[in-house]
Nanobody, 119 residues
Framework: QVQLVESGGGLVQAGGSLRLSCAAS????????MGWFRQAPGKEREFVAR????????YYVDSMKGRFTISRDNAKNTVYLQMHSLDPEDTAVYYC????????????WGQGTQVTVSS
């Protein structure tokens, strides 16, 4: 079992930055991929980024490349999402997720953290 707890969300003006954190517990952190997703009001949850177990490989949805950076610190059991140049369309609940396989569905989810970008 893996527990994930996100933090770092809040209200920020357009053009600003935020760094989200997701603390994991329950199993060896370096044994699973980590990802970030988001869900805007009235929309389905969408993929944002993921990072490999070692942290050496990261993937992003095209629209977020260059603005968002995913990273992880396996010593601290934490994954991060650094977000720059935020836009009101980035307003959403952001979730972190963990999976043990290289592909497919995600096994564990956090409760989410709200990010609100004002214009």
């Amino acid at each position: 079992q893996v527990q994930l707890v996100e933090s770092g969300g809040g209200l920020v003006q357009a053009g600003g930055s935020l760094r989200l954190s997701c603390a994991a517990s329950g199993r060896t952190f370096s044994t699973y991929d980590m990802g970030w997703f988001r869900q805007a009001p009235g929309k389905e949850r969408e993929f944002v980024a993921r990072i490999s177990r070692s942290g050496s490989i990261a993937y992003y949805v095209d629209s977020m490349k260059g603005r968002f950076t995913i990273s992880r610190d396996n010593a601290k059991n934490t994954v991060y999402l650094q977000m720059h140049s935020l836009d009101p369309e980035d307003t959403a609940v952001y979730y972190c997720a963990a999976r043990f396989a290289d592909y497919g569905s995600w096994d564990y989810w956090g409760q989410g953290t709200q990010v609100t970008v004002s214009s």
